[in-house]
């Protein structure tokens, strides 16, 4: 098999496999993702205190030193970056975790609690304010924010993005279960988006439920769109990526199985690219078409001495989702051939 080799043009879901996400957290969170490398992830540090059942909840703390020696414009104002959203607790959204005594104790079963929750980043610090909505037959519960990880991943476009995980928990007053949410912020590009929870050690003892199916928060999204247009998304960000050799062998099994599902929801696929996706024909040439400098990138540095990684570039699967064909930024067709230099121990 041709790994990272021969010319391919390239002009270049479902549902979210979390599988994929899962990988990308563990590489982010051993520093695979950040930059500069010899930066520790910080600990974690609580954003917000246990509200009072009775108040809304909001305290500002400044964020580590690290975020010093970011440039302004990675750190737009308050104004510019401000989420607000509002928070069913028996209605989880995607990448929710519910834990509680008995894993078959359904989530309305445990609470019918609502907060309003609003995020605003501002250079230096993270605001988080819980304000729980008024119900006569339930107590609000209490939340709390913690931040998780701060660290900087590659673009589709090559830049590089600073990003928060920032984990929320509400817990009901009536019994001890406890909700989970984990953001991963993007202040740079201004969106929010759902990734799977990290839970703290003291939940140890509890049964934890994770939810899949899409209850839309109206979050400003990066992985936005149909579940084909999100799954398609999911795979050029965590394409883009892969920064070294370390992501590079860790992350291509993950890949190569989410491309295969994907690609097997293509409902034409006696059709070629990209009339294949039928009704999505659209989303695959523009999610194509943001994979471009990845490619590009991935080529110059010889798909970081990985075979399995230009094997998930040269698969059927890729060419089924993705195409043969390489579309410059703005839409020009380049007809010069993408060439990767093969690997020594391809095999």
């Known amino acids: ?18 599988g994929l996400v899962a990988v990308l957290l563990v590489l982010a969170g051993r520093r695979f993702l950040s930059t500069p490398p010899q930066q520790d992830s910080p600990p974690p540090v609580v954003l917000t205190q246990e509200s009072a059942p009775e108040a809304a909840a909001e305290e500002e703390v400044e964020e580590e030193p690290a975020l010093a020696e970011l440039s302004p414009q990675e750190l737009p104002d308050a104004a510019a970056y401000e989420i607000p959203f509002n928070w069913q607790l028996n209605t989880p959204p995607q990448y929710a975790c519910v834990l509680s005594e008995s894993a078959d104790t359904a989530p309305a079963e445990l609470t019918r609690a609502e907060v309003q929750v609003s995020l605003r980043l501002s250079p230096g610090a993270l605001r988080v304010n819980f304000e ?6 339930e107590p609000p519960p209490a939340c709390r924010a913690t931040l998780v990880r701060l660290f900087k991943r ?4 090559g830049s590089w993005h ?8 509400a817990r009901p007053a009536l019994n001890s279960a406890r909700f989970f949410l984990q953001l991963e912020l993007d202040a740079t590009a201004g969106t929010a988006d759902l990734v799977s929870c990290e839970l703290p050690a003291d939940t140890a003892g509890l049964t934890a439920q994770q939810f899949f199916a899409i209850h839309p928060l109206g979050l ?3 992985y936005r769109g149909t579940p084909t247009q999100r799954a398609m998304l ?6 883009a990526a892969i920064d070294c050799p370390e992501v590079a062998q ?20 006696q059709l070629p690219w990209p009339r294949n ?16 400098r990845t490619l590009v990138y991935l080529q110059d540095n010889n798909c970081f001495e990985s075979g399995e990684l230009a094997a998930v570039i040269n698969s059927p699967s890729f060419e089924r989702v993705f195409g043969t064909r390489f579309t410059a930024p703005g839409g020009r067709v380049q007809e010069e051939p993408i060439d990767i230099i093969p690997l020594p121990d391809a095999q």
């Open 234 to 239: 999911r795979f050029v960000y965590a394409l």
């Open 220 to 222: 400003p999204e990066k």
């Open 132 to 137: 729980p909505v008024a119900d006569e037959q």
């Open 154 to 157: 590659r673009q589709p476009d």
């Open 1 to 18: 098999m041709s790994y990272c080799n021969g010319a391919f043009l390239m002009q270049w879901g479902w549902r979210l496999l979390w």
């Open 162 to 169: 600073t990003l928060r995980h920032i984990l929320l928990e």
């Open 250 to 269: 860790a992350a291509a099994p993950e890949l190569l199985t989410f491309l295969g599902q994907l690609a097997r929801k293509a409902p034409e696929p």
């Open 277 to 292: 996706w039928g009704e999505n024909e659209p989303d695959a040439r523009a999610a194509a078409a943001k994979l471009t």
